[in-house]
T-cell receptor
Framework: EDKVVQSPLSLVVHEGDTVTLNCSYE??????LLWYKQEKKAPTFLFML????IEKKSGRLSSILDKKELFSILNITATQTGDSAIYLC?????????????FGDGTTLTVKP | GAVVSQHPSRVICKSGTSVKIECRSL??????MFWYRQFPKQSLMLMAT?????????EQGVEKDKFLINHASLTLSTLTVTSAHPEDSSFYIC????????????????FGNGTRLTVT
């Protein structure tokens, strides 16, 4: 069974700090890894990573995948209070459109003013 | 972009009553939708996979007679919490994967805004 482990489970920082969120995975047939951000309601898609060593970047957020060591990190620089959210890491089903994704337990990030 | 609409956003009901939650894909067809339950500051817990035109697939430990799922069309799945009790109070959220050409299984999930259920 596919497995996704995120760490830390929770993190409290102050505005301006840089944070690194971790996601390790064990899957039978790796296709990609996705990061989502969930504030109060629906999770929203951040990044999809398929290749090792290629950084995806969006503003202050960036993410990279290491397929050899089976992990991904999500970096947030110069954090703001609006970055406070649950960050979810997930791997899609191995080979079927109908299959379920496997989610990690999430990292709850709190950014204090 | 793909939009998933979930309704209602909030519902309060009395113990023993049933509550229906709707999940619609607004601009794409979804043969499969997913229903999750989420506790405060925790990740999504998959309850079941809703399959259009066939029975839902429930995760271990989820009572199928209590959480009835119907996926009667390619754009609508419903979750009915039957004979609700206070312990069913939670945040319920649905998702669907919009087709993305060849690699549909790889495309991101699109989530509804969730339903906050409170059973008194």
């Amino acid at each position: 069974e596919d497995k996704v482990v995120q760490s830390p489970l929770s993190l409290v920082v102050h505005e301006g700090d840089t944070v690194t969120l971790n996601c390790s995975y064990e899957v039978t047939n790796f296709r990609s890894l996705l990061w989502y951000k969930q504030e109060k309601k629906a999770p929203t898609f951040l990044f999809m990573l398929t290749s090792s060593g290629i950084e995806k970047k969006s503003g202050r957020l960036s993410s990279i995948l290491d397929k050899k060591e089976l992990f991904s990190i999500l970096n947030i620089t110069a954090t703001q209070t609006g970055d406070s959210a649950i960050y979810l890491c997930a791997v899609p089903p191995s080979n079927t459109n109908a299959g379920k994704s496997t989610f990690g337990d999430g990292t709850t990030l709190t950014v204090k003013p | 972009g793909a939009v998933v609409s979930q309704h209602p956003s909030r519902v309060i009901c009395k113990s023993g009553t049933s509550v229906k939650i709707e999940c619609r894909s607004l601009d794409f067809q979804a043969t499969t939708m997913f229903w999750y339950r989420q506790f405060p500051k925790q990740s999504l817990m998959l309850m079941a996979t809703s399959n259009e035109g066939s029975k839902a697939t429930y995760e271990q430990g989820v009572e199928k007679d209590k959480f009835l799922i119907n996926h009667a069309s390619l754009t609508l799945s419903t979750l009915t919490v039957t004979s609700a009790h206070p312990e069913d109070s939670s945040f319920y959220i649905c998702s669907a994967r919009a087709p993305d050409g060849f690699n549909s299984y790889n495309s991101p999930l699109h989530f509804g805004n969730g339903t906050r259920l409170t059973v008194t």
